[in-house]
């Protein structure tokens, strides 16, 4: 039995899963209770090989489909963008333009955080400026799509796909919670295993 959160009454638990387009077999999972708790998941069920995308930005590619998994991890290198997966990390499907949306609405936050370092809001405009210039077609960005499960996507004949290496795999986040438990003494595995 698992507990709800807010009432302790028991959880029902619903799970299944699905062939997607571009995903492949998703587990969805559905959380509730009589209380009214709710929570529901997709999880990305397929491991592929490892995959990173390159695009240039410019205006007239903004439409172009981007599909980034939870394992996905998005570069915008000219702008010092990294969007790494977390434990809470949400698949999304988007364009290129929806990605400079999400980083813009993110610096014009962290430009108001910083209103009182001069230094710190000079950086956050000039990204600014460059997203819009991007935007507007006098500039271009790279934006890189790695995925070390190969879930993620960039759908474009224009996007330069390649095979990770495993080395250069192993150093991405995947957004997964992962216990190593090989320090553990015989004696703390034993009690693990009793519980």
Same mark, same amino acid.
Request: one cysteine or more.
């Given at each position: 039995m698992f507990a709800c959160p +807010?009432?302790?009454?028991?959880?029902? +638990?619903? =799970?299944?899963?699905?062939?997607?387009?571009?995903?492949?077999?998703?587990?969805?999972?559905?959380?509730?209770?009589?209380?009214?708790?709710?929570?529901? !998941?997709?999880?990305?069920?397929e491991v592929k090989e490892p995959v990173r995308f390159t695009i240039k930005i410019n205006k007239d590619n903004l439409f172009t489909k981007v599909i980034r998994s939870t394992s996905g991890t998005i570069r915008i290198p000219e702008i010092g963008v990294d969007i790494e997966p977390g434990p809470a990390s949400q698949a999304f499907i988007?364009?290129?333009?929806? +990605?400079?949306?999400?980083?813009? !609405?993110?610096?014009? =936050?962290a430009k108001r955080w910083n209103a009182d370092d001069e230094e710190?809001?000079?950086?956050?405009?000039? +990204?600014?400026?460059?997203?819009?210039d991007t935007i507007e077609g006098r500039d271009e960005l790279t934006l890189i799509l790695e995925d070390p499960l190969g879930n993620s996507l960039i759908l474009s004949d224009e996007?330069?796909?390649?095979?990770?290496?495993?080395?250069?795999?192993?150093?991405?986040?995947?957004? =997964?919670?992962?216990m190593d438990i090989t320090g553990l003494s015989e004696r703390e595995l034993m009690e693990l295993d009793k519980s």
């Open positions: +807010i009432c302790g009454r028991e959880l029902r +638990i619903v =799970m299944t899963t699905y062939d997607t387009p571009f995903f492949g077999k998703v587990l969805l999972t559905s959380i509730s209770c009589e209380c009214g708790f709710k929570h529901a !998941d997709a999880i990305v069920a988007t364009n290129l333009e929806g +990605i400079l949306a999400r980083v813009e !609405d993110i610096v014009q =936050m710190k809001v000079k950086i956050c405009d000039r +990204i600014l400026k460059r997203i819009r996007a330069f796909r390649e095979r990770l290496k495993d080395e250069e795999a192993s150093k991405l986040k995947t957004g =997964m919670t992962i």
